[in-house]
């Protein structure tokens, strides 16, 4: 048992800190890592297969079950895939509120991850302060569709629901509330000794590899990429905002954590630039109760809170769509971690396996 | 025959209040240590913006038994791989350790069950470190990877940071002359100043090295339970791992104790040769009264007349207490028994601030990690500490030359001090710069220290 050889560890599928059922194989030397395998499909429930036997609508329902963190992005790139199938979109006022439900939707995701990773590294306060403010968050989810985490809260063509009648009145005050708070959880970590020692340095990605492993959302943007796709091919209200692309410079873990700390602060100014302004009119396109897209493919993407989830749909003219592909963030993202988490210790891999922001749910679908 | 029953009086006769105390100690520390959990999680939970436990009694106040009832009634589970004898032995070596080391400790000049030790602080803090072997041979008989790996880096933690301990205890040392606990304090009485404010640098050493040393946060490594799930811990369960908890808190209360004996006092009162300050005597008292006042205001808040009864029932303790700190004061007949029952107080508070303090640094900080753990140690605090013994010494040496006592030995230990401060910059600045030639992204090979 004590032998010079390597030593392989098991971690996970039940470990506290892989977040959810992920299993990694680690061959240690003594306490550092030299190599790692990630054994996925824990959670998988073939959401691609369901598609095929579903209506249109009737799948919408499942994607909220992929990032179950961050349902509404998940659902807003399932919903205007369909509707770029269809040729229709949606009118501007379900636009409009599709943005702030999203904005909302990444911050609250960022905050889980926030609290996750800090305790992941040891700081067992964040995670609190977290959750404080994502229960606002949640809070107006429930008062806008009854549900907290897998919320449907679109329709295709655009919105079942009208905002309720304090809608802005929640996101504005929850905005307000909102600037000093990350102010509070900056205090405990941006320029704490340890947590610099902890994350400086720690599974560095650089661009050129970011790039080739196709990772997207924070953890490209943190290697220096300026890559969003809110700017890129602007979707739902996005090009009627400024907001800012925040990068980092050396795409380690204090970069993602800075990176992600200022999307918070843009998603926040994003969603009170977008509740002055609401514009008023229907919040349903002319879509029949049937669907039936015109034979075809197409592919949306959209920036969801851990990167670009895209929805590939081939339509047979049918009701029910001939083949669903979904790129999941979290899956593309974790294939990089065997890269970053080569020649550090076992203490680096809960913080990597917390920097990537996986959720098991997307990874194995 | 007569000659066996009267050694057997004698015996008795010699050792029946020894024996008492420790009976009475092994018998309520398990209680007093649910207690120091149940305040530890009402802290965390007042850091954290939420309420802790609130069920089991009012505020939760009768958590601890329900968590320790709830811990002897679990299934004991041993796994099949493990050396079932060394599993077994591992965290009774643990406790017992912990256990045997209050002993030589003195809560007051009343209450000390192994009394005049002339070794005093160096049984406490040797029987102390004994306990890692329940934690290594724990680690190793569970066998499992992460126990082992917990166990490995127990131990390598607590060589380290035992150094650096004893290091600063000898800076304090210096000052007394001797290792009897009881000398200590009365050395400290004598020159009417605490030894923290002779020498601070020992102290803040001695802080960080126990705090290390008790696997607490943020050196909580051996058990860091993000990482190695539980370390040492991960395969023991029920009333086995209930041991092990005993045997982490009461070695929390053992270097709180001797820090609070070496530096801060011991059980003397704050100023206790300053006669205008006497009125701090009432300090106790006020502070008991005051938590009965504050139990009988939530008395109403109470949901349940079985609470409410119980709320008034922990005021009215409260009370009592007051009123046994009061009365030495203020009787003068009772003026015997003044040192023991405040002395027992001020040492009681010392430790509970001093555990306080553990508590704090863990809700607010990040864990290090294990490569920056052993650097911090063996880079940064084992040549503070040395340089501080050298440091204090030579003060000492300038202090009997000018033959300066108590508050005049200020004179000589704040340069002292001073100058340790000064070497602890330029160990860090070095430390930076080091760092930085260094390649990114290579820790150092802890193994090799």
Redesign the interface.
């Given at each position: 048992?004590l032998g010079a050889d390597e030593?392989v560890?098991n971690m996970g599928p039940q470990?506290?800190?892989t977040h959810g059922v992920l299993r990694v194989k680690l061959k240690l030397d003594?306490?550092?890592v030299i190599g790692s395998e990630c054994i996925i499909g824990y959670l998988h429930r073939g959401v691609e297969k369901i598609a095929e036997n579903r209506t249109y609508q009737q799948f919408a329902p499942y994607v909220d079950r992929m990032d179950y963190v961050a349902a509404v992005s998940s659902g807003l790139g399932y919903c205007e895939a369909v509707e770029k199938l269809l040729v229709v979109e949606a009118p501007p006022r379900a636009r409009v509120i599709r943005t702030i439900l999203t904005e909302l939707q990444r911050i609250a995701s960022h905050l889980l991850w926030l609290g996750t990773h800090?305790?992941?590294?040891?700081?067992?306060?964040p995670?609190?302060?977290c959750f404080?403010e994502r229960e606002e968050i949640l809070k107006i989810f429930e008062k806008y569709c009854g549900a907290r985490l897998t919320t449907h809260a679109f329709r295709i063509g655009g919105l079942q629901y009208e905002a309720y009648d304090t809608f802005e009145k929640d996101v504005e005050r929850f905005c307000k509330d909102f600037e000093s708070r990350i102010v509070e959880y900056e205090t405990?970590?941006t320029q704490?000794r340890?947590?610099i020692?902890?994350t400086k340095?720690v599974g560095?990605l650089t661009a050129a590899d970011a790039i080739a492993f196709g990772v997207t959302g924070p953890v490209l943007r943190a290697s220096g990429v300026k890559w969003d796709i809110r700017k890129a091919a602007p979707y739902a209200a996005y090009d009627q905002y400024k907001f800012e692309i925040p990068v980092g410079t050396t795409g380690d873990t204090y970069d993602r954590y800075l990176v992600r700390m200022e999307e918070m602060r843009q998603s926040r100014l994003i969603c009170l630039q977008a509740i002055e302004n609401i514009p008023a009119g229907p919040i349903m396109a002319k879509v029949g109760k049937v669907l039936k897209p015109p034979p075809g493919e197409v592919y949306h993407a959209i920036e969801a809170p851990k990167g670009e989830i895209g929805y590939y749909i081939v339509s047979d003219g049918t009701v029910m769509p001939y083949r669903v592909h979904i790129r999941p963030p979290s899956f593309i993202n974790l294939q990089a971690f065997d890269r970053m988490v080569r020649?550090?210790?076992?203490?680096?891999?809960?913080a990597i396996i917390g920097t990537i922001d996986i959720v098991l749910g997307e990874v194995d679908r | 025959m007569s000659a066996a029953i009267q050694a057997t009086i004698e015996f008795v006769k010699l050792y029946w209040a020894p024996l008492l105390c420790g009976v009475v100690i092994v018998a309520i520390l398990p209680l007093i240590v649910g207690y120091i959990v149940l305040v530890e999680r009402k802290l965390?939970a007042d850091?954290?913006?939420?309420l802790g436990p609130m069920r089991v009694g009012p505020h939760g106040l009768l958590q601890p038994i329900a968590d320790a009832l709830k811990l002897l009634i679990k299934e004991d589970i041993i796994p099949d791989n493990a050396d079932k004898l060394v599993f077994w032995l591992a965290p009774v070596l643990s406790v017992g350790a912990a256990l045997l080391s209050l002993a030589g400790l003195a809560i007051g000049p009343a209450f000390q069950i192994a009394q005049d030790i002339n070794i005093g602080i160096l049984f406490v803090v040797g029987i102390s470190a004994l306990g890692i072997f329940g934690i290594v041979l724990g680690g190793w008989a569970s066998?499992s990877?992460?126990s082992?790996?917990g166990a490995l880096r127990s131990s390598a933690q607590l060589v380290s940071y035992e150094t650096a301990a004893g290091m600063a205890l000898v800076s304090a040392l210096l000052f007394t002359g001797t290792l009897n606990i009881k000398s200590i304090v009365e050395a400290q009485s004598k020159e009417g100043i605490w030894y923290v404010m002779l020498a601070p640098v020992a102290f803040f050493t001695y802080l960080v090295a126990s705090i290390a040393e008790t696997n607490r946060?943020?050196f909580?490594?051996p058990e860091?339970?993000?990482?190695?799930?539980a370390g040492y811990m991960t395969e023991f369960s029920g009333f086995r791992w209930s041991l092990y908890f005993l045997a982490e808190y009461t070695n929390m209360i053992v270097v709180a104790s001797v820090a609070t004996t070496l530096f801060l006092g011991g059980w003397l009162r704050p100023f206790s040769h300053v006669p205008w300050l006497n009125f701090l005597d009432f300090v106790p008292t006020l502070l008991m009264v005051a938590v009965g006042a504050y139990c009988i205001v939530r008395v109403p808040k109470q949901p349940v007349r079985v609470q409410q009864m119980f709320m008034m029932a922990v005021a009215g303790l409260c009370f009592v207490v007051g009123l046994v700190l009061a009365v030495p004061v203020l009787v003068p007949i009772a003026k015997p028994f003044y040192a023991g029952i405040h002395g027992g107080f001020w040492f009681i508070f010392k430790v509970s601030l001093y555990i306080y303090f553990f508590m704090w640094l863990?809700?607010?900080?990040?864990?290090?990690?294990?490569?920056?753990l052993m650097r911090l140690g063996w880079h940064f605090l084992i040549p503070l500490s040395i340089i501080n013994v050298l440091l204090v010494g030579v003060a000492l040496i300038a202090g009997s030359y000018f033959n300066l006592h108590g508050w005049g030995l200020l004179l000589v230990t704040t340069p002292a001090a001073v100058i340790a401060l000064v070497a602890a910059l330029l160990i860090l600045a070095a430390e930076k710069e080091h760092d930085e030639r260094q390649q990114?992204?290579?820790?150092s090979d802890?193994?090799a220290g």
């Open positions: 048992m030593l560890i470990h506290p800190s003594g306490e550092r800090a305790l992941d590294i040891g700081a067992l306060t995670l609190f302060y404080r405990l970590l704490n340890i947590w020692g902890r340095g560095i020649g550090h210790l076992v203490a680096d891999v809960v | 965390m850091m954290q913006a939420r066998n990877h992460y082992l790996m946060a943020p909580d490594l860091a339970e993000s990482e190695l799930v863990r809700f607010t900080i990040p864990r290090y990690r294990f490569d920056q990114p992204n290579t820790a802890f193994y």
